[in-house]
């Protein structure tokens, strides 16, 4: 059974939507359960280069890991910015522009090459459009 088709989905409490390139956008979800606890989905959704839909990777972060995957988060970004490329202007690559669909202020970030946080793939079918990528 797929997860898009599971009666268990829970709705988004708060979203963030983050455009990052052409092909790649980031989705921040904050989900309830039916206890009325909370926990976060970070989803990476990347448009297919042969232009046949989009690959859906997402994490699932949990309430009791948030100040460890931030702090975690946070010194893996800092070690690459202080020892692995120190000359590197990495706001150079960041552009703050209103979005037209959405009224919401979109970050494009350079394409990185490689991903590094992957814990669930979701494959989406060929027919599905761009839109249904934005109310995802």
């Known amino acids: 059974m797929s997860y898009d088709n599971n009666d268990k989905k829970q709705e988004s409490v ?4 983050i455009k990052a390139g052409k092909r790649r956008t980031y989705f921040l979800d904050v989900r309830s359960t039916k206890a009325n606890d909370y926990f976060v989905t970070i989803t990476e959704s990347r448009k297919r280069a042969n232009d046949d839909g989009y ?43 209103p979005d037209a669909d959405t009224q919401e202020v979109v970050v494009e970030i350079a394409e990185p090459h490689s991903t590094g946080l992957q814990s669930h793939s979701n494959n989406q079918t060929a027919n599905q459009s761009s839109e249904a990528v934005d109310k995802w």
Not at 14 to 17: A, G, I, L
Not at 65 to 86: N, R, W, Y
């Open 55 to 97: 690959d859906r990777h997402k994490i699932f972060l949990y309430k009791e890991d948030f100040s460890k995957f931030c702090e975690g988060l946070q010194e893996v970004i800092q070690h690459v910015k202080t020892e692995l490329m120190p000359n590197f202007d990495f706001d150079a690559f960041n552009h703050y522009y």
């Open 14 to 17: 708060y979203s963030k939507r």
